[in-house]
């Protein structure tokens, strides 16, 4: 059992989420997933296949951590197992947004494979939580895109737990996987990555 009252609050928290999302692009109709923490057992996720940007109570559904629909008949997003290692690894984690933003996505496809997407000397890496100085390096992982959400469930928690201090990363070709201790938290490291990979995708168009 979860508690009902928590679930409505992330819920609501979800929903106005899904909204800012969509109008800022970053979530095109039925892309992206978004989930809140409700107590150590339980997560409220949005339900597979809903429009971000018009999302209602109903298209917001509980799972455990393994990744089981509770009390519903609904289904969650095939990438729920994305979440729920979050959550395992993470007891801090509140929130985990995944959106799919074109510079995100393109900016994706222009790593080479194997390698990492490293953020260096800009400002606003201080947005994340326990980066104090712009001297500091933020490495994005960028893993291959698959339809086996298991095994690409099981390879992001075996490099987060050797890199807890990262706060997030990329699916090539696909989109950003971001959380935080809130929802807020959460928006704020969205945000923040859409600035970055602007500006990555400036430089490299202007760099001779």
Same mark, same amino acid.
């Given at each position: 059992m979860?508690?009902?009252?928590?679930?409505? &609050?992330?819920?609501?928290?979800?929903?106005?989420?899904?909204?800012?999302?969509?109008?800022?692009?970053?979530?095109?109709?039925?892309?992206s997933n978004?989930?809140?923490?409700?107590?150590?057992?339980?997560?409220?996720?949005?339900?597979?296949?809903?429009?971000? /940007?018009?999302l209602s109570?109903?298209?917001?559904?509980?799972v455990? @951590?393994?990744?089981?629909?509770?009390?519903?008949?609904?289904?969650?997003?095939?990438?729920?197992? @994305?979440?729920?290692?979050?959550?395992?690894?993470?007891?801090?984690?509140?929130?985990?947004?995944?959106?799919?933003?074109?510079?995100a996505t &393109? @900016?994706?496809?222009?790593?080479?494979?194997?390698?990492?997407?490293?953020?260096?000397?800009?400002?606003?890496?201080?947005?994340?939580?326990?980066?104090?100085?712009? %001297?500091?390096v933020?490495?994005?992982?960028?893993?291959?895109n698959?339809q086996?959400?298991?095994?690409?469930?099981?390879?992001?928690?075996?490099?987060f737990?050797?890199?807890p201090?990262?706060?997030?990363?990329?699916?090539?070709?696909? /989109?950003?996987?971001?959380w /935080?201790?809130?929802? %807020?938290d959460? @928006?704020?490291?969205v945000?923040?990555?859409?600035?970055?990979?602007?500006?990555?995708?400036e430089?490299?168009?202007?760099?001779?």
């Amino acid at each position: 059992m979860f508690d009902v009252i928590r679930y409505a &609050v992330a819920a609501d928290s979800i929903i106005e989420a899904g909204r800012f999302l969509y109008q800022r692009g970053w979530s095109p109709a039925t892309s992206s997933n978004y989930s809140e923490r409700i107590d150590d057992q339980h997560i409220a996720i949005t339900v597979s296949g809903r429009h971000k /940007g018009q999302l209602s109570a109903g298209d917001i559904m509980v799972v455990d @951590l393994d990744g089981g629909a509770v009390q519903s008949n609904s289904r969650s997003s095939a990438e729920t197992r @994305l979440h729920t290692v979050l959550y395992q690894l993470f007891p801090e984690v509140g929130a985990v947004l995944h959106t799919h933003s074109v510079k995100a996505t &393109v @900016l994706s496809r222009l790593i080479a494979p194997g390698h990492s997407l490293e953020l260096e000397g800009y400002e606003l890496q201080k947005a994340f939580a326990g980066v104090e100085t712009h %001297e500091s390096v933020l490495t994005v992982p960028v893993f291959a895109n698959t339809q086996d959400i298991d095994a690409l469930a099981e390879e992001t928690k075996s490099w987060f737990r050797e890199h807890p201090g990262q706060p997030g990363y990329l699916i090539r070709g696909h /989109g950003l996987y971001t959380w /935080g201790k809130t929802m %807020e938290d959460c @928006l704020r490291h969205v945000e923040a990555f859409e600035f970055l990979f602007d500006c990555e995708l400036e430089t490299m168009r202007v760099r001779p």
